[in-house]
């Protein structure tokens, strides 16, 4: 869905039309949309190389073989992700036990979401017809995890982290047939993740064919701002080549958001160039006008154009002082933030940039100006999206370092690969202008012993040579351990001589986590301290951003978690406990089987706002007043949120059984003061004063009809919402966030499924088996609800809703056309829709 | 056009590990685990503190002990209130910080 000029032009792909690429122009079309065995290349940096793979979900032996026949396994076009896939059938096991992709058995348990990994083959076969060209490199984005890649049986290497990008070089290895065989073996096994991974190559595979061994370095490409003045932005453009030989030269060229050539330099190619322009009257990134330049950087020799990228870049300055706080282009500006993980729900992990776009967007749309991908590198279609859209980013490069969290994880790699994947991570997103902080790491053992702060200095360290223009952050949970002083010479600029807790005396901004009450002290005893919640508790929301708001020093805050998640099962959301139990341990009793997903977002986990989300629409400003009706709970019980949960509450005046009781209703509101109307009738009043921060409760006696809450201000009305008591299910509708979408293998569309009444209004805590039907060019990538729970898998053609609601998601055929849906539920009429893909 | 300079971040040039400085014993200062292996100030915690024996026995808990503070745990536990913690800190500063607990 990349349709921007800026992101996946026709030109990245293709170097045609120089004299020199045109010897080495394969026999056949280009790159396909449908999937085949066998896929034509021509020569170009960063072709597509996600369409035609064979695989095979378990181990074996020759799997690597050129020769290897593998007919017989499934055809799969990437991002795929295994895990997200049905569990077969198992004899013998009890059926209740297995759930679509879950099973109660499931090595990672709650942390994966009962989630399967397991051992995963990849074969891919792919033609170039002439003579061997200069370079032949694959790129992987991301591969989970512990790869390793063959070419035509010859073992190119491993690669351990799951989140990180690596490439490898294809050229000693070409057949000289013109007949290649790539392999690639994934093994996602023991307890290696704290959260669900996905399994497999989950993110898009690129093959660049060049001419000659000499190309821009991967990677090797850096702009800078440098400065800010009257004569406009003062930029610095970093070009690090390989492999170079005499006579040639470098064309950079920058264009603006429109296309227009805005500057353009020729120079001859050094292994590094160093360029410095001024951009007169530059247009500004920020969350709310996110600006974009592209630099196009030419390797030439002569006319002929050997290599080429386009590197998209922002112009802004980010600055950080205690006194002033955080500030973009010299605005201050706090960071609206919220953590997430890298699923896509029902799509598993699969890195379909339509899913990672609409994610950005349905957060954007929620207020946040800032997200932290937790706790990891996510996908460059992602960090692309946040450029878009205007988002700023924590990049998070480790969850782990020498000491484990889970037994298989990370930690065995680390001392071996950090310094590869932390260069790979850097270099890699060192353009975005979404990206503000690094984070060197989330809540890490070890991290305020003698070696902890020693390897804390070394990753700090190493970001600052790969990238000196951003700080370096940490999660942090806790500060245990002594004060210390370094030196200058070690210290980060400035803080030569600075006490400082051993866990974060080499960051230059402090992330912490859970720590809101430690907030006001630790600036009392730190006042030279920028900090940060990099975590936080959906119900501190209200707190925090009081304190926040007032607080320069307090640049902002990233709630856990901004969506929900599959993994860490049902660590949000509410118990039902008996009215006697203490209600601390209520809120710690454990969640085990069938519980797949945290639950501890805002937004749920096909895309729907949850109730923390009403809150903190009042809390940022996008809503003068929201409410929320607490379900009542059974005789004896109380509902008490988890650690990380929130009170089961909907948007619902849609309780049969409980007439004339009285119910809780929350109302949140920048306010003064809340009226509550029963169908017409001032049933409760309440005064909203500071102390309350924007939430109070009222009691209604239930009745159906129209529950209608009325904010004022000053004695002025603010606000005005209304809840309306549905009647019985009486259709389906289908309704597609978007009339069109792409029509390729790469692209998915996604339609909300959605229970009505008879006056079209969505039944809310509604459960209803739905089927749908596609015609036309698509297949089903997912269906299913938010729903918490295991209930069924994301592949079939039926699922259940769940609070009236659930989402379809189409995957383009690889041709244009027309997609009628249909939808059937017993005893409703039925929906329909089309999605016009192209 | 505003006018200003990027800040930079440059690496620094080697490391020499920083001085440390003294500090006292108390529910902040040191982790659980720290804690753990002196038995008389453990006692203390646990004394104040009942439930913290079966949070920290919990398995992943348990690997968070080296890097929280007995006052994290307490946040879990419903004793985290400042006279709580206070009346701990109390008793621990009247013990003796084994010689180099602090580095």
Redesign the interface.
Known sequence: MNRSPFLHPDRRQLLLGTAGAAGLVLAGPGPVAAAGPVAALKVGRGQPFDLGWRFQRGEGTGFEAPGFDDGAWRRVDLPHDWSIEDLPPAPGRDPADLKGPFDRKAEGKTATGFAVGGEGWYRKRFHLASAPPGRVEVLFEGVYMNSEVWLNGHRLGAHANGYTPFAYDLTPYLSPTGENVLAVRVRNLGRNSRWYSGSGIYRHVWLDVLPEAARIQRWGVGV???????A?ARIEIGTRLDDLSPGLTIVSRVRDDHGRIVWEATAPAVADLRQTLTLG?PRLWSPEAPNLYVLETELRRGATVLDRTETPFGVR????DAARGMTL??APIKLRGGCIHHDNGLLGAAAYDAAEARKVALLKARGYNALRPSHNLFSPAFLAACDRQGVMVIEETFDTWR?P?VPQDYSIAFDADWKTDLAAIVLSVRNHPSVVMYSIGN????????EG??LQ??LA??V??LD?????TAAI???????????T?????GAGGV?DH??A?FL?VVGYN?KL?DYEADHAQAPQRVFFGTESLPADVFAIWDLTDRSPWLVGDFVWTAMDYLGEAGIGGSNLAPATM?K??AG?MPTGWPWVNAFCGDIDLIGNRKAPAFARDVVWGLSPLEIAVQRPPPEGKVDVPR?WGWPDELQSWTWPGAEGKPLTVRVYTSGDRVELRLNGVAVATKRVTAADLKRVELQVPYAPGVLEAVAFRGGGEIGRRQLVTTGAPAAVRLRPERPTGGAGRGDVSFVAVEILDAQGRIVPDLARDVRLSIAGPAELAGFGSANPLAVGGFGAAVAQTWNGRALAVLRGAGRPGRVRLQALSPGLAPGSADVLLA | MIVMDAPTYPPAAAFEPPVVAPRPLSVRNYSAAELMRMPAAWAVVVKHLPGIKMMVANEQAKAMTETMTVADFAVFIGGDSPAALAAIDAELSALQAPAGAAR
């Open positions: 800078v701002t440098q400065a800010l003045g009257d406009g009257r300055i980010v600055a950080f282009n010299g000491k969290k809540e890490i053992p070890g991290r305020n012993s003698p702060v020693e200095w070394r360290n190493e600052h040579r000196p223009t951003r700080p370096v949970n806790s500060f245990p351990g002594p004060l210390v002083t370094p030196s010479e070690t210290a980060r600029a006490t051993a866990a005396v230059d859970y009450a203490n601390t341990m710690l650690h």
